[in-house]
């Protein structure tokens, strides 16, 4: 109903987990989110299926299960966004527009914990972004903030092909599969401040 609400969003379906794939199949949607836990099949499993299909939709997580562990297995899997359902509805709506993108989003308490795992010195991200150049840590900066190609371009003066090589090259230097993957990673190594 929340997204169904959003102008410019249209759900094309809501599904068990088993259907999932064939629905993906059929409509081609460009979002799909699903939950953590589901009476039939769990949202990891379908993640991991969904993401190896030869053109894959952006998928975000959208559950009550906010742990570290969860947030973990769905980055590395290639989630682009890890949102909790009680998200406010206007944030709900913004967050599918960035996964849509590939600009990918967290929920603003996993940001929060992030933030605290980095002050207690539970983090290390300065030492995982050392081989990064000087412009590519401006792209992981710009990364983190959740802007697209398009934005990062506007900001550095760039074409969006080159924006293009340089989210690449940071994403292949830093070992992550994903925009949101490299986000975290520049949260935890204080880029955001």
């Known amino acids: 109903m929340i997204l169904g ?12 987990g088993t259907d ?27 993640l991991r299926r969904l993401r190896a299909l030869p053109e894959p939709p952006e998928v975000a997580m959208l559950t009550t299960f906010d742990t570290d562990e969860y947030l973990d297995q769905a980055l590395r899997l290639g989630a682009g966004g890890f949102l909790l ?21 967290l929920s603003a308490p996993l940001l929060r914990r992030l933030r605290a795992a ?10 995982i972004i050392g081989a ?5 840590l401006q792209v992981l900066g710009f990364l983190g903030q959740g802007l697209s190609n ?21 994403l ?3 070992g992550v599969a994903n925009r949101i993957q490299a986000a975290v990673l ?3 190594a204080g880029l955001l401040e």
């Open 20 to 46: 999932a794939l064939n629905v993906v199949r059929e409509q081609r949607p460009d979002v799909v989110l699903l939950d953590i836990r589901m009476p039939d099949v769990d949202g990891l499993t379908l």
């Open 118 to 127: 980095e002050r207690r010195g539970g983090v290390r991200g300065g030492e």
């Open 85 to 105: 359902k009680d998200t406010e509805p206007d944030v709900l709506a913004r967050s599918v527009r960035a996964v849509a993108t590939g600009a990918g989003c």
């Open 132 to 136: 990064l150049s000087e412009r590519e």
């Open 5 to 16: 609400s959003a102008p410019d969003i249209e759900v094309v379906a809501t599904c068990s």
């Open 186 to 188: 520049a949260e935890r």
């Open 150 to 170: 398009i934005e990062i371009g506007a900001r550095m003066h760039l074409g969006a092909a080159t924006v293009k090589d340089y989210v690449s090259a940071v």
């Open 172 to 174: 292949t230097k830093l």
